[in-house]
């Protein structure tokens, strides 16, 4: 009887060990329960026109998906966990997008969700006023000059920084020869660079920016947003194998980031909540952040296309990835979900 029992409690934990094997902890999607309801994944970073993304499972429709968000510190480790399929659904950059393209990387493009978020703030000490780029001209001339460049600052790779060069570009400063260009990576270091003089203008992302300048550590000078990038910053992207698989759940995904993107467009109260409280900052500094952020569901192509040519003429990309830009960016979903063709939806 006993060894009976034994052989009994051997066999339920090896099919125990089995369906664990085949379940797995991995992501590409999963069942929920007896349900049926697929489980989705997701990942963003934590950033003023990131956050808003932890509101989608409240926008979810049940009956169709199951969304779990998590927030991750920075856009690399968000990319990094969908291709590791460790989540199925990114927030990322547009950078962060033809960056996987340029590696050969598994992802596609399904949805836009907020863009702006960049701020050029010159140092007290230059006394520049807002937007008097002539004059900023002539300082680089003269700084130059001297031998003694003006240090203009940004996080590398990231939206800021391809934001900042291009701006400059637009303007007549080469931001490879007549600056010294120093990478800053973490925003949350922006505001005491500034304080100690190590670094002269800024590109930062809010709501770091809007902080640097309630303190009085710095000034706003203008928005990188007239280069030919404009003002893209956020993308939602996915792999090809989670469509594939589970395609009614990735509509229900896209169409519970619209509902989000609808919902702070009209009413920025849960936005600055959410601010609030993944990133300590007052009420003051969220809410002016949100004054440099523009939700938006579309996906421009040839702004985005306009930024594989930045990074590529900036060697921050190997190859020319115009066509697999055009490839991935998926525009489908969101032409079933609004009944708009590609064309009205940014594929122009």
């Known amino acids: ?38 489980t989705l994944k997701l990942g963003y970073a934590k950033c003023a026109h990131c956050l808003p993304m932890s509101l989608t499972p409240q926008y979810q429709d049940k009956s169709k998906v199951n969304i779990q968000a998590t927030s991750f510190q920075s856009g690399n480790d968000v990319l990094t966990a969908l291709t590791s399929k460790s989540i199925d659904v990114a927030q990322v950059t547009y ?12 992802i596609v493009a399904i949805s836009g969700q907020v863009n702006g978020g960049s701020d050029i703030i010159a140092s007290n000490k230059l006394n520049l006023k807002a ?5 900023l001209k002539t300082l680089v001339k003269q700084r130059k000059a001297d031998g003694k460049p003006l240090k203009i600052a940004a996080s590398r790779g990231n939206a800021q920084d391809i934001h900042l060069r291009g701006e400059l570009q637009l303007h007549g ?40 300048i309630l303190d009085k550590k710095g000034k706003h000078f203008a928005y990188p947003y007239n280069q030919a990038a404009g003002n893209l910053t956020n993308i939602i992207v996915t792999r090809s194998d989670v469509i594939k698989d589970h395609p009614e759940a990735v ?34 500094v969220s809410t ?16 985005t296309l306009a930024i594989a040519k930045m990074m590529k003429e900036l060697k921050y990309i190997n190859t020319d990835v115009s066509k697999k830009v055009e490839k991935q960016m998926d525009y489908t979903i969101l032409e079933s979900i609004t009944g708009k063709n590609a064309s009205e939806l940014g594929d122009n």
């Open 1 to 38: 009887m006993k060894k009976n029992m034994m052989l009994v409690i051997s066999s339920i934990a090896v099919m125990c060990l089995f369906l664990t094997a085949c379940t797995g902890n991995g992501a590409t999607g999963s069942s929920n329960g007896n349900s049926g309801i697929t």
């Open 251 to 284: 509509k229900a995904f896209v169409e519970a980031n619209m509902k989000v993107v609808d919902k702070i467009s009209a009413d920025k109260a849960p936005w600055i909540s959410v601010i609030q409280k993944n990133t300590g900052m007052s009420s003051e």
């Open 95 to 106: 950078l962060h997008f033809i960056t996987a393209l340029d590696r050969g990387l598994d």
């Open 173 to 212: 400063i080469n931001p490879n020869k007549d600056i010294e260009f120093v990478n800053i990576a973490n925003p949350a270091d922006h505001e005491a660079a500034l304080e100690r003089n190590e670094v002269d203008l800024i590109c930062t992302v809010e709501p770091s920016a809007s902080k640097i």
């Open 131 to 135: 937007d008097d780029w002539a004059s």
């Open 288 to 303: 002016r952040a949100l004054d440099n952020a523009y939700p938006d569901y579309k996906m421009y192509k040839s702004k």
